[in-house]
């Protein structure tokens, strides 16, 4: 019973942050067709960004999330104004949109992840934040994963109502039906795109200051967590945010019960799973 | 007189790459050993991006699995060097890879756009993460030692290795293969409906590139001496011949070559002192090529 709750709680746990990161990356490719792989080094940077708020003036995790959050997406937002609607304008077709957004977002990763590594040096770091031992139904866990938990379903769940229940919302899954129409209907179809670009820098940063009150953190960090983002992604089916949300704590608690027998295949069931996935069903579990 | 300059326009351009050739040929000769050096490595990129080229330029379908390919002709170099001499090791490490890229292109068969170039970095992460696996629970080490191979002899091979490659990626353009191939690339029904084979054509294509991605990945290893899986399987092979070839420009056959010769002579003369500087520069390299560039250095040249 005990190892149960562990296994559960952990992959909740981790099938939280999956979740948050993954709806960042679906909102970004499943709208505006740019399939992010500089995602994961939003999270670095909302990491990193914490760990010095903390370290250096003392700043609360819990503080940094409503610091980092609007922050990145400001900076996601004028790097899709710019960037990426000069690249959509120009492109001939959708399809020449996504290849070439791809390789400007390797461009990204490089630029992020080495002026990171500029800034913070190469090394690990890491904090403790109220990492005492809370017991759960004669469990222990520490109290920052638990908080990360609470924050992670938090987070996703008011981001899927304002999905469901918001104006923008409805926009930007009007966008993500069929652009060309929902412009037609007066949505203003750059704006929405550069919104749900930030928003998807936004969750990132999310991830990023709760990773950081439970990892170790390193500039490289991103690129795994990208590949995360993108294999929920397909789990969830390309372009769905309910599937992404799902696809995220599926994969959590996979990965938690793999775990459990041996650490060291976590991500290797994590790629078989993607690879049988997309030979087998290319449009996700929940895909048509 | 037209006939005259029709022969040397002709060949002009190949009398120019025999004679470059022929420098390189005799460059240990009398240049400096750190000379030689800098240019294996050169040559490395040119390999790897020139045999991405030979698959991706035509079809479009962007491969990210070179890593798998590279990696595993290390590996191989690492396990069968005590045992075969230099020549076996590098043809197995070629072949193998080609079976390997076989046996992939004939899965992502349905695989289009976007799937495909997932599908790809995803074999090529999950072999990554297998190897890592399955040295430390079964191997007990992480690392492998490499029979070490003389830096002139490591030169020469990788030269002849990029001549083979270039002479491929040539006659592969000249031939009806290669018109198929852009054919795919332009509209891939209309290429099955003239009756053209796409299935068993993007396979052999694909092992075709894999092939010299091994064998290079082969010879590399004799030169590191030791190795890993994050070192053999490094994404950043996988990320770098698809940059190096848009930079280059995929229209023209020296567009890669191009490409790829800037990019590691510029890596190599800076990564040891500013690292991070040059991959930063790599970066913002990238993105200003991606918009202002749409067909790399070729267009620069290429009249309109």
């Given at each position: 019973?005990?190892?149960?709750?562990?296994?559960?709680?952990?992959?909740?746990?981790?099938?939280?942050?999956?979740?948050?990161?993954?709806?960042?990356?679906?909102?970004?490719?499943?709208?505006?067709?740019?399939?992010?792989?500089?995602?994961?080094?939003?999270?670095?940077?909302?990491?990193?960004?914490?760990?010095?708020?903390?370290?250096?003036?003392?700043?609360?995790?819990?503080?940094?999330?409503?610091?980092?959050?609007?922050?990145?997406?400001?900076?996601?937002?004028?790097?899709?104004?710019?960037?990426?609607?000069?690249?959509?304008?120009?492109?001939?077709?959708?399809?020449?949109?996504?290849?070439?957004?791809?390789?400007?977002?390797?461009?990204?990763?490089?630029?992020?992840?080495?002026?990171?590594?500029?800034?913070?040096?190469?090394?690990?770091?890491?904090?403790?934040?109220?990492?005492?031992?809370?017991?759960?139904?004669?469990?222990?866990?520490?109290?920052?994963?638990?908080?990360?938990?609470?924050?992670?379903?938090?987070?996703?769940?008011?981001?899927?109502?304002?999905?469901?229940?918001?104006?923008?919302?409805?926009?930007?899954?009007?966008?993500?039906?069929?652009?060309?129409?929902?412009?037609?209907?007066?949505?203003?179809?750059?704006?929405?795109?550069?919104?749900?670009?930030?928003?998807?820098?936004?969750?990132?940063?999310?991830?990023?200051?709760?990773?950081?009150?439970?990892?170790?953190?390193?500039?490289?960090?991103?690129?795994?967590?990208?590949?995360?983002?993108?294999?929920?992604?397909?789990?969830?089916?390309?372009?769905?945010?309910?599937?992404?949300?799902?696809?995220?704590?599926?994969?959590?608690?996979?990965?938690?019960?793999?775990?459990?027998?041996?650490?060291?295949?976590?991500?290797?069931?994590?790629?078989?799973?993607?690879?049988?996935?997309?030979?087998?069903?290319?449009?996700?579990?929940?895909?048509? | 007189?037209?006939?005259v300059?029709v022969l040397s326009k002709r060949f002009f351009p190949l009398g120019l790459l025999c004679l470059f050739l022929l420098l390189l040929?005799?460059?240990?000769?009398?240049?400096?050993?750190?000379?030689?050096?800098?240019?294996?490595?050169?040559?490395?990129?040119?390999?790897?991006?020139?045999?991405?080229?030979?698959?991706?330029?035509?079809?479009?379908?962007?491969?990210?699995?070179?890593?798998?390919?590279?990696?595993?002709?290390?590996?191989?170099?690492?396990?069968?060097?005590?045992?075969?001499?230099?020549?076996?090791?590098?043809?197995?490490?070629?072949?193998?890879?080609?079976?390997?890229?076989?046996?992939?292109?004939?899965?992502?068969?349905?695989?289009?756009?976007?799937?495909?170039?997932?599908?790809?970095?995803?074999?090529?992460?999950?072999?990554?993460?297998?190897?890592?696996?399955?040295?430390?629970?079964?191997?007990?080490?992480?690392?492998?030692?490499?029979?070490?191979?003389?830096?002139?002899?490591?030169?020469?091979?990788?030269?002849?290795?990029?001549?083979?490659?270039?002479?491929?990626?040539?006659?592969?353009?000249?031939?009806?293969?290669?018109?198929?191939?852009?054919?795919?690339?332009?509209?891939?029904?209309?290429?099955?409906?003239?009756?053209?084979?796409?299935?068993?054509?993007?396979?052999?294509?694909?092992?075709?590139?894999?092939?010299?991605?091994?064998?290079?990945?082969?010879?590399?290893?004799?030169?590191?001496?030791?190795?890993?899986?994050?070192?053999?399987?490094?994404?950043?092979?996988?990320?770098?011949?698809?940059?190096?070839?848009?930079?280059?420009?995929?229209?023209?056959?020296?567009?890669?070559?191009?490409?790829?010769?800037?990019?590691?002579?510029?890596?190599?003369?800076?990564?040891?002192?500013?690292?991070?500087?040059?991959?930063?520069?790599?970066?913002?390299?990238?993105?200003?090529?991606?918009?202002?560039?749409?067909?790399?250095?070729?267009?620069?040249?290429?009249?309109?």
């Amino acid at each position: 019973m005990v190892i149960f709750l562990d296994v559960v709680v952990g992959g909740l746990i981790m099938g939280g942050i999956y979740a948050l990161i993954a709806v960042g990356l679906s909102l970004q490719y499943g709208v505006g067709r740019v399939l992010n792989v500089s995602h994961g080094e939003f999270i670095m940077l909302g990491a990193f960004a914490t760990w010095s708020l903390y370290t250096f003036l003392g700043i609360s995790p819990l503080v940094s999330l409503v610091i980092c959050g609007p922050a990145l997406f400001i900076v996601g937002f004028l790097i899709h104004r710019t960037l990426f609607q000069y690249l959509r304008g120009k492109s001939e077709s959708i399809g020449a949109f996504a290849d070439s957004s791809l390789l400007a977002s390797f461009g990204l990763l490089f630029i992020i992840q080495n002026i990171a590594l500029i800034i913070w040096k190469a090394d690990i770091r890491g904090y403790s934040y109220l990492d005492s031992s809370v017991s759960l139904f004669g469990s222990l866990f520490s109290a920052n994963r638990l908080i990360a938990l609470l924050f992670a379903v938090g987070i996703s769940l008011a981001f899927y109502f304002f999905l469901t229940r918001s104006r923008l919302g409805k926009a930007i899954r009007a966008a993500a039906e069929d652009p060309a129409t929902a412009q037609v209907m007066g949505v203003n179809i750059h704006l929405v795109l550069a919104i749900c670009f930030g928003l998807g820098a936004l969750m990132a940063g999310f991830a990023g200051v709760l990773i950081s009150m439970m990892y170790e953190i390193q500039p490289a960090m991103g690129l795994e967590y990208t590949l995360i983002a993108i294999i929920v992604v397909v789990l969830g089916g390309l372009g769905s945010i309910t599937g992404s949300l799902i696809g995220g704590f599926v994969l959590g608690l996979i990965g938690s019960i793999v775990t459990y027998f041996d650490a060291g295949l976590s991500l290797i069931a994590y790629y078989v799973i993607f690879i049988i996935l997309l030979l087998i069903r290319p449009t996700g579990i929940l895909g048509n | 007189m037209d006939g005259v300059r029709v022969l040397s326009k002709r060949f002009f351009p190949l009398g120019l790459l025999c004679l470059f050739l022929l420098l390189l040929a005799t460059m240990p000769l009398y240049a400096q050993p750190y000379l030689v050096i800098l240019l294996t490595t050169v040559f490395m990129y040119v390999v790897l991006t020139l045999s991405w080229a030979i698959f991706s330029g035509p079809t479009r379908y962007i491969s990210l699995a070179s890593a798998a390919f590279f990696g595993v002709g290390v590996y191989l170099s690492a396990i069968l060097g005590q045992a075969l001499p230099l020549p076996l090791v590098i043809a197995f490490g070629g072949l193998v890879s080609f079976i390997l890229a076989l046996f992939i292109g004939l899965l992502t068969l349905r695989l289009r756009g976007m799937y495909f170039i997932i599908f790809t970095f995803g074999v090529s992460e999950l072999i990554r993460h297998f190897m890592l696996w399955w040295e430390t629970n079964f191997t007990g080490t992480v690392g492998r030692f490499v029979v070490a191979v003389d830096q002139t002899a490591v030169y020469y091979v990788m030269l002849v290795i990029f001549v083979m490659t270039l002479l491929t990626a040539h006659l592969m353009r000249r031939s009806k293969f290669g018109l198929a191939l852009r054919s795919i690339g332009e509209q891939e029904e209309a290429a099955l409906h003239i009756g053209i084979n796409v299935t068993h054509l993007k396979a052999i294509t694909f092992a075709i590139s894999a092939f010299f991605m091994g064998a290079a990945g082969a010879i590399m290893a004799t030169r590191w001496t030791y190795i890993d899986p994050s070192i053999a399987f490094n994404p950043l092979s996988s990320f770098m011949p698809v940059l190096m070839a848009i930079f280059g420009g995929t229209g023209r056959l020296y567009g890669p070559i191009l490409g790829a010769a800037i990019l590691a002579f510029l890596e190599e003369v800076l990564i040891t002192k500013f690292t991070y500087y040059y991959m930063l520069l790599f970066g913002i390299i990238l993105i200003v090529v991606i918009l202002f560039l749409p067909n790399g250095l070729v267009g620069l040249f290429k009249r309109r």
